[in-house]
């Protein structure tokens, strides 16, 4: 009999290969300036670490972009208020 996946622990498409997306996803954003950057970055970084593991990669990709072009305007705001 099967396993079932523990979609919510564990998920396939967070856990493959040495690291656990959220393991590299905290270490990542671990020095960020911000709340808000840390939670883009994260963001980012979910949907670029997984997008061969799912259904739509392309989907993942636009997704990852959509929050790299919003971190880059928070980073752009405050280089100017600087």
Same mark, same amino acid.
């Given at each position: 009999? @099967?396993? @079932?996946?523990?979609?919510?622990?564990?998920?396939?498409?967070?856990?493959?290969?040495?690291?656990?997306?959220?393991?590299?996803?905290e270490d990542a954003i671990a020095?960020?300036?911000?709340?808000?950057?840390?939670? =883009?970055?994260?963001?980012?970084?979910?949907?670029?670490?997984?997008?061969?593991?799912?259904?739509?990669?392309?989907?993942? @990709?636009?997704?990852?972009?959509?929050? =790299?072009?919003?971190l880059i305007s928070k980073l752009?705001?405050?280089?100017?208020?600087?």
């Amino acid at each position: 009999m @099967a396993i @079932a996946e523990d979609r919510v622990n564990h998920p396939s498409h967070y856990t493959r290969g040495r690291f656990e997306v959220i393991d590299v996803i905290e270490d990542a954003i671990a020095d960020a300036p911000s709340n808000t950057t840390a939670v =883009l970055q994260a963001q980012v970084l979910k949907y670029v670490l997984r997008m061969w593991n799912k259904d739509n990669s392309h989907e993942d @990709a636009r997704k990852a972009r959509w929050y =790299l072009d919003r971190l880059i305007s928070k980073l752009d705001v405050n280089q100017q208020s600087v």
